[in-house]
C-alpha cells in the first residue's frame, strides 16, 4: 500500500539529513517529489537516491537551488513547480540551521539568519501555495518544527525563537485552512543522529542521553515516518497539532 500514491510532494531543506530522508519515504510512498536546497552536489546526490526507489517510474523528481528565505525566489520557484505539474498536494518545510550562542554574545547576523531560513521560509512557502490549495479544497502541511521550540535550550535563543513561531504559525494558518479541507500540523524532532549531532562532544552527548527517557538517540527514519502520517490520509482528522518525536524528553 502506497500512502501517497499519485501526490505531488513539495519538501524543502530536502537534500540532506531530516529532510533527505522524508523525500525518500515519500518517494517510496508512491509521490512525485520535488526538493528545495542550496548545494548542487547534494541536490544530485539526493536526485540519484530518489530515482532509484521510485515504484513507478511514472513519479517525478525534481530537484531546484532555492534560497527558501527570500521570498522572490520562492514564489518563482513555486509557480515553476505548479506550470510543471498542476499542483502542489504536500508541502514539508524542513529549511533550518543553527547559528548558537549565547544572546550576550550572539550577532545580529546570526540571529537574522536563522529567523529568516527557519522561520521566514514557512511563510514564504505557505503564502505561494495559500491560493492554490484553497482553490483545490485539499493538502496537507508539514512544518518541521524542533522539541527546543516547546522547551527552549539555554545558547539556542534564535534557534529556539524561530521553531516555536513556527508553532504559533502552523496553529493558525491550520484556523485559516481548515475550512477548505487543508491540513497544518507540526513534528517536533528530539535529538536525531544527523551531521549536526555528529558534532557534538562526548559529554554534551552524555548530558543529552541522560534527558532522553528512552535513552537513545532518533534517526532520520524516525521523523520521516511521522512526516508521513501527517501527510497522508491517515491523519485526515488531524490539524493545528505538534507531534513531539523526541524519545520522551519533552513529557
Known sequence: MHLLKGKHVLITGG?????????LLFCEQGAHVAIFGTNQERAEAVV????????????????LLVDVSKTKEVEEAVQNLLASWGQIDVLVNNAGITK??????MSEEDWDQVLAVNLKS?????RALYRPMMKARKGSVVN????V???GNAGQTNYAASKAGMIGFTKSLAKELAGRGIRVNCVAPGYVE????????????EEIMRSIPLEKLGQPRDIAHAALYLAS???SYVTGQVLAVDGGMAM
Do not use: F, H, P, W
Open 15 to 23: 537534500t540532506a539529513g531530516i529532510g533527505r530522508e522524508i523525500a
Open 48 to 63: 540519484k537516491a530518489l530515482e532509484s526507489v521510485k515504484v513507478d517510474q511514472e513519479q517525478k523528481i525534481v530537484s
Open 100 to 105: 548558537d550562542q549565547l544572546l550576550l554574545r
Open 122 to 126: 514557512v511563510y514564504n512557502t505557505c
Open 144 to 147: 518541521i518544527t524542533s522539541v
Open 149 to 151: 521550540g516547546l522547551m
Open 194 to 205: 544527523t551531521a549536526m549531532t555528529e558534532k557534538l562532544s562526548a559529554s554534551i552527548k
Open 233 to 235: 490520509d491517515l491523519s
